[in-house]
């Protein structure tokens, strides 16, 4: 590994809630830009809603590719859902089911 080199938290990439919040969250947040690239081959921004969840594998970060149970991502919110209404789940023939509390 090179000195320069960010070690990421968590084995096989599964993260615990406390490292998906303390670091991943929080660096991108901040915006810390020496992390910014490596958080987001890790955890890549993207409209879930605008795919289907078959297709989503694809868009999995590097450590989740090929891990069939599992998969994160940053999800931008929406407009109206910033504003306190419930994100858009439409998909072109169908929409996402929202499962568990908030």
Not at 32 to 46: C, F, G, M, N, S
Request: charged share 25%; glycine share 8%.
């Amino acid at each position: 590994m090179a000195a320069d080199e960010v070690v990421i938290p968590g084995f096989r990439f599964y993260p615990t809630e406390e490292e998906l919040i303390l670091f991943y969250l929080k660096n991108k947040i901040r915006g810390t830009t020496e992390l910014q690239q490596d958080i987001d081959r890790v955890i890549p921004q993207l409209h879930v809603y605008d795919f289907y969840p078959w297709d989503l594998p694809q868009y999995a970060g590097e450590r989740c590719l090929g891990d069939p149970e599992q998969w994160f991502f940053f999800i931008p919110r929406q407009e109206k859902e910033a504003r306190g209404g419930r994100p858009s789940r439409l998909t072109r023939s169908g929409y996402w089911k929202a499962t568990g509390s908030p």
